[in-house]
């Protein structure tokens, strides 16, 4: 019996270790303005599981994204949902962005939108609001990293602020 017991301990309380895994909540924005372009170029990155379930949840849809055998219309319902939980302004006042795509890294689906028809001079203030998976998760945290006009500037919006700007 004593035996069984050092066994059990060696071998079994380790792997029991590894059941209260911590799962993290997050998305990460990154934001910067294209002198190029004339634009604001946006990437977002969340986690491929839990877009496939908020859109579930919220729409109905079991999208599959990343699996190979995603929806047809799982687009546009990303687009919808980013739509109702994401929004930018400049200078106070609110601006639609186009929705350009998205591709898989790992784990993660990425996000390309865009505000064009931007000057530079004319860019005074960004305000950001952030609530993406913020109604699936209390505990969901949206990092947004700013690169505009020489400035860098990073900020993490909770459920409670989910709300960020910048000015210049």
Known sequence: ??????????????????????????????????????????????FIDDMNIVLEERYGIKADFGSGEE????????????????????NGTAKKYSFLGKKYEDDLIVCYM??????????????????????????????IHFKLKGQKKSIILIRENYKGMLNF
């Open 114 to 143: 865009e505000i064009s028809n931007i000057k530079e001079s004319e860019l005074n203030s960004i305000e950001i609001q952030n609530q993406v998976l913020m109604d699936m998760y209390s505990d969901q945290q949206n990092i």
């Open 1 to 46: 019996m004593k035996i069984f017991k050092k066994v059990f301990l060696v071998l079994v309380l380790p792997l029991l270790a590894f059941t209260t895994a911590h799962k993290y909540y997050i998305s990460v924005t990154n934001i910067a303005y294209s002198q190029k372009e004339e634009a604001i170029q946006i990437t977002s990155r969340v």
């Open 71 to 90: 929806l047809d219309i799982a687009n546009e319902y990303l687009e919808k949902y980013f739509n109702t939980k994401f929004t930018i302004g400049v």
